[in-house]
């Protein structure tokens, strides 16, 4: 009772000396309190506002960075929180916390000990709050650890936002008002991955790679001195998969897609601005190249001027250009490897086509189109996944009939493969007799057609007298023809062979029916 009643006289007189004192002393006294507390503390504190400057206008960045390191690191410091405030917002599918007020959470970094402490103090004569995140760690560490620190809270925290966010999917408006903005997008939510895709696992360890190393490569594109974008051209028949490898690109990389459609773009102006309003980390996708606008008009319209002599007014010009009245190929390379494709960083530009020889070989050189994909019919590989996915099967009696067919060059498109599959989804045994089935019938057209290659069939696609496969190419196009001389070669060499196997099936088939008649 008696310390109790010495703590009472001590409070009362602590009260009385705050109602004595001038403000002043009172602010000196706290100050030195302070001082001879930060001066035996082993700790050093930083506080981090939620906005910057005396008017509290500018949002602090470092603060949002920090507000998400703590929810990347959720996992680890959950546990040794008490109160933690979660939320969920309407463009995210992922759950976050947020640190209760007044409130501490502890976090590790190169071996020593650190915590965050969120302040949240109500603002006087106001409904507004003031809030802070502060930091604490050892005060004879500060010069070591401080700028390394921040330096992980950011990449950290840029990293979790670039994963938790929503990714959008843009088109460009056809541009009928001049205060509209140039593209709408709605949420992206395509299935596709790389793990669901229908390729070989070579191509898919290459473009993975690739991949990787351009979403990490920022100083090395920095240091020698190019725009940190890259170029794809995917070219295969109609149903190959170009649609589905680039949603999986998406997906892997966490990127907005932007679509454009150039026939809704009026002139090399709006595709030009059209450019400087897409964001960084994104793909542009120009899907059918070579179906989109006549860009080969430029050229052939400047030859038959030149040969005629004759001046009209609808003559393209030296750059390729017709006075602003439609996309040329001028603007189009200017789009994809001009100055102004360096208004952004961490962006792929991806074109695709049914037919590559049909592409201005300018669109496609290097620099511009840095990779080539050529996808093609279902290989072996990539047939065995169809087959897992829809049929949900790892093996199966007549997988060797079919990747038969497939080596005697009877393959179908993944679209149709997978349409088989889809229809048969539920019996296993009768998705790969009509599989079969089907790609017998095929081998007995390229019998019928001489055993060469059908690139031009849109239903089936690249057949003929080798097995389908799925290749991505870099460097020179040069070298690209070469190998592709080669393979033709190689072709020829196996025509005889493959006429020996679809005689076999031709005649297999044909005492299938008469079996099935009897």
Known sequence: MEILSQMWSLLGLLTVLQNVLPSQLLSLLHSLYESLQDLLSPYSYFEI??????????????YRHVHLYLNAVNHSTASACRRLTLSRSPSSNRISFAVAPNHTVHDTFNNHSLSWTHHVDAVQDSLEEKRSFTLRFPKRHRHVLLSS???????????????????????????????????????????STFETLALEPDLKKQIKDDLTAFASGKE??????????RGYLLHGPPGSG????????????????????????????????????????????????DCSVDLTADRTKKKNASKS?????????????????RVTLSGLL?????????????????????????????????GRMDVHVSLSTCGIHAFRELARNYLGVESHVMFEAVEGCIRSGGSLTPAHVGEILLRNRKDADVAMREVLSVMQGRMVVVAAVGGGDQTDNDEVGVVGARSPESVLMMGSPENW??????????????????????????????????????
């Open 220 to 229: 090395f594109y920095h240091r020698v001195g190019r725009a940190w974008k």
């Open 49 to 62: 506002p939620e906005f910057n400057g005396y008017c509290g206008v500018e949002l602090n960045d470092l």
């Open 481 to 518: 023809e070469c190998l592709s001389g080669k393979k033709r070669k190689e072709q020829q060499h196996g025509v005889s062979s493959l006429d020996k196997k679809v005689k076999f099936f031709v005649r297999l088939r044909s005492l299938t029916k008469s079996d099935s008649g009897r």
């Open 334 to 366: 200017n789009f994809t490897d001009g100055l102004w494709s360096c208004c952004g960083e961490e962006r792929l530009v991806v074109f695709t086509t049914n037919h590559r020889d049909s592409v201005d070989p300018a669109l496609i050189r290097c």
């Open 149 to 191: 620190y921040l330096s992980h809270i950011t990449s950290r925290a840029e990293e979790f936002e670039r994963v938790s966010r929503e990714r959008r999917l843009f088109t460009n408006n056809n541009g009928s008002g001049s205060f509209e903005p140039g593209w709408v997008s709605v949420p992206f939510r395509h299935p």
């Open 242 to 289: 170009k649609s589905s490898l680039i949603a999986a690109m998406a997906n892997f990389l966490c990127y907005d897609v932007y679509d454009l459609e150039l026939t809704k773009v009026s002139d090399n102006s709006e595709l030009r601005s059209l450019l400087i309003q897409t964001t960084n980390r994104s793909i542009i996708v120009i899907e059918d190249i």
């Open 309 to 325: 002599k004759k001046h009209k007014t609808t003559s393209f010009s030296g750059s390729g250009c017709d006075d602003g009245s």
